[in-house]
C-alpha cells in the first residue's frame, strides 16, 4: 500500500517507516525541515521525504496524497508541558488533526490511524489493568487533547465515512529514543547509567507505569492497517506494570553494578499507576507483546554502546 507517515522521522516513526518498508510498502515520511534520518531510510527507493510543518496545509497535501493509510504520530507538547500552555495543546494538536482529517476525506484517504495516550487519557485509575471501557478523566492537557482528537476521529467516520484507528499507547522504549526528552524513563535512566551519572526521579520511585518495546508497538500500528472490526479503541502495551525503582534495579542487573540516583519532589500530573488491559487487542488484531522488558532492555544498551557520541 502507498501509506504516510506522518512524524515520521521521530522515535516511532523511523521504527514505523523500517517496518512498512519491509513489508514491501511504499512510505511517504513527514516531519519538520532539516531532521537527520539515519542513511539507509532516506535512500530507500521506498521512502518519499516531505518536510515542513504539520499546520500548513501547502506542506502536508503533498505528503498525503495518492496514500491509502495516514498514520498520524504527531504530538507538540507532552504531558508537562501542555499545562502550561492549553491553549498552544489545543492550537497545535487538535486543530491541526482537524486540518489533516479534512485534508484526508477530501484527497481519498482510506484510514488514518492515530496514536493516543493510554498514560493519561484515563486519568487516576478506578481499576487495573485499565480497559478501553474505564472512564475518562485526564489530569492533563495533553490527555485531553488525545482524546478530543479521538472523538473527532469517530465524528468523522459518523459523517463521511473516514475509516480511522486509535492506539492507546502506554510507554514505549527502544533504540533511537530520545534520551534528553523530559518523558521516556527506560532510556533517559539506561542512557544516565552506561555514563555513570545521576538519574534523578519524581517521587519516591514507586510510580508505575506499563512499558513495553518499540517492535511490539510497532507491530500494532502495521496490523492496524488491514484491521476492520468495530473496536476502533485499543489500547496498546505490556498488560503489565514496572515501579520506577523497579526499571533501576532491572538495569543494575543487567549492567552488574549499582546507579546514582536521587528523589525529587512528585509532579502533580503523575497517576500513581497506570496499567493497561491489552485483551481486546489481542482479540482484535491478533497481537501481543514479544518482546520481554530485561530483552528490550538489553537490546537497548547493546545499541546505546554502539551509538556513543
Not at 67 to 89: A, G, K, M, Q
Not at 91 to 115: P, S, W
Not at 253 to 271: H, I, T
Request: charge should be neutral; proline fraction near 6%; charged fraction near 20%.
Amino acid at each position: 500500500m502507498n501509506c504516510c507517515v506522518i512524524g515520521g522521522a521521530g522515535f516511532i516513526g523511523l521504527h514505523l517507516v523500517e517496518a512498512l518498508v519491509a513489508a514491501g510498502h511504499n512510505v511517504n515520511l513527514f516531519d519538520r525541515p532539516r531532521l537527520v534520518l539515519p542513511q539507509h531510510i532516506a535512500q530507500h527507493e521506498a521512502v518519499n521525504r516531505f518536510e515542513g510543518d504539520f499546520l500548513n496545509l501547502d506542506d502536508l497535501a503533498p505528503a498525503i496524497k495518492g496514500c491509502e493509510i495516514v498514520f498520524h504520530l504527531v504530538s507538540t507538547t507532552l504531558p508537562r508541558s501542555s499545562n502550561e500552555n492549553p491553549v498552544y495543546d489545543i492550537e497545535t494538536n487538535v486543530i491541526g488533526t482537524l486540518q489533516l482529517l479534512d485534508a484526508a476525506r477530501k484527497n481519498g484517504i482510506r484510514k488514518v490511524i492515530f496514536i493516543s495516550s493510554g498514560g493519561t487519557v484515563y486519568g487516576i485509575p478506578q481499576e487495573l489493568p485499565i480497559p478501553e471501557s474505564h472512564p475518562t478523566d485526564p489530569v492533563c492537557s495533553y490527555g485531553i487533547s488525545k482524546l478530543t482528537i479521538e472523538k473527532y476521529m469517530s465524528l468523522y467516520k459518523h459523517l463521511y465515512d473516514l475509516d480511522y484507528c486509535v492506539l492507546r499507547l502506554s510507554n514505549p522504549f527502544g533504540e533511537r529514543q530520545r534520551v534528553s526528552a523530559a518523558q521516556g524513563a527506560v532510556a533517559v535512566f539506561l542512557h544516565k547509567a552506561l555514563r555513570n551519572e545521576l538519574i534523578e526521579i519524581w517521587g519516591d520511585g514507586s510510580v508505575v507505569r506499563d512499558y513495553f518495546y518499540i517492535s511490539d508497538a510497532v507491530s500494532a500500528l502495521v496490523k492496524a492497517m488491514t484491521y476492520d472490526g468495530n473496536n476502533r479503541v485499543l489500547n496498546i502495551g505490556s498488560g503489565a506494570g514496572l515501579s520506577l525503582n523497579e526499571i533501576l534495579t532491572a538495569i543494575e542487573r543487567l549492567l552488574g553494578r549499582s546507579v546514582n540516583r536521587s528523589y525529587l519532589p512528585p509532579r502533580p500530573f503523575d497517576v500513581p499507576r497506570n496499567v493497561l488491559d491489552i485483551s481486546l487487542a489481542t482479540q482484535s488484531l491478533d497481537w501481543r507483546p514479544q518482546v520481554p522488558f530485561t530483552e528490550g532492555l538489553a537490546r537497548m544498551a547493546r545499541w546505546m554502546n554502539e551509538h556513543k557520541h
